[in-house]
T-cell receptor, first 112, second 109 residues
Framework: NAGVTQTPKFRVLKTGQSMTLLCAQDMNHEYMYWYRQDPGMGLRLIHYSVGEGTTAKGEVPDGYNVSRLKKQNFLLGLESAAPSQTSVYFC???????????FGPGTRLTVT | AQRVTQPEKLLSVFKGAPVELKCNYSYSGSPELFWYVQYSRQRLQLLLRHISRESIKGFTADLNKGETSFHLKKPFAQEEDSAMYYCALGGGSNYKLTFGKGTLLTVNP
């Protein structure tokens, strides 16, 4: 099992550009999450999904959109990137709500 | 509202010394507490959870509902324990975990 994978690993964007981060899990988990990690801020939840076809807002959803068209994939989109979105993005999944989460390796995004 | 507080951003100890990373939580329901560890530039990994009552890599944590704490302890720190540690709160009807801001542990030789 690959667990949770993320693509790409690194990306540099210019302000205003758009991109999509892909998260995939092969554990048949219902719940998937997108976090951003910033120094001194810990992990902050951007969006999450409780099943295929569902999405919900987390703590810091502004500037991001998500989609969960297939159970194993959770996409995070930035429509118009801003320097404030420079961060490390982690995807995670879990079997049950409020349960242990399995994390991907992260995507390091820089917006100039 | 649920909240997790890790009061120490940084903690530095010498090899062989005891270490305690503090975690306090605020939650009205029945909590599930976790400790995650993140080694340099790696993904977060589950270290332990309170319901398993295990000792992983020599670390233990006891849930104290009276003090609403879930402190992580190790009697003899090793250099390879140097990492960022996150306390997380779940449980009940929560779909998600609430993470603390993390404590960066450095174990000096």
């Amino acid at each position: 099992n690959a667990g949770v994978t993320q693509t790409p690993k690194f990306r540099v964007l210019k302000t205003g550009q758009s991109m999509t981060l892909l998260c995939a899990q092969d554990m048949n988990h219902e719940y998937m999450y997108w976090y951003r990690q910033d120094p001194g801020m810990g992990l902050r939840l951007i969006h999450y999904s409780v099943g295929e076809g569902t999405t919900a807002k987390g703590e810091v959803p502004d500037g991001y959109n998500v989609s969960r068209l297939k159970k194993q994939n959770f996409l995070l989109g930035l429509e118009s990137a801003a320097p404030s979105q420079t961060s490390v993005y982690f995807c995670a999944s879990s079997w049950q709500r409020g349960d242990e989460q399995y994390f991907g390796p992260g995507t390091r995004l820089t917006v100039t | 509202a649920q909240r997790v507080t890790q009061p120490e951003k940084l903690l530095s100890v010498f090899k062989g010394a005891p270490v305690e990373l503090k975690c306090n939580y605020s939650y009205s329901g029945s909590p599930e507490l976790f400790w995650y560890v993140q080694y340099s530039r790696q993904r977060l990994q589950l270290l332990l959870r309170h319901i398993s009552r295990e000792s992983i890599k020599g670390f233990t944590a006891d849930l104290n509902k009276g003090e609403t704490s879930f402190h992580l302890k190790k009697p003899f720190a090793q250099e390879e324990d140097s990492a960022m540690y996150y306390c997380a709160l779940g449980g009940g009807s929560n779909y998600k975990l609430t993470f603390g801001k993390g404590t960066l542990l450095t174990v000096n030789p």
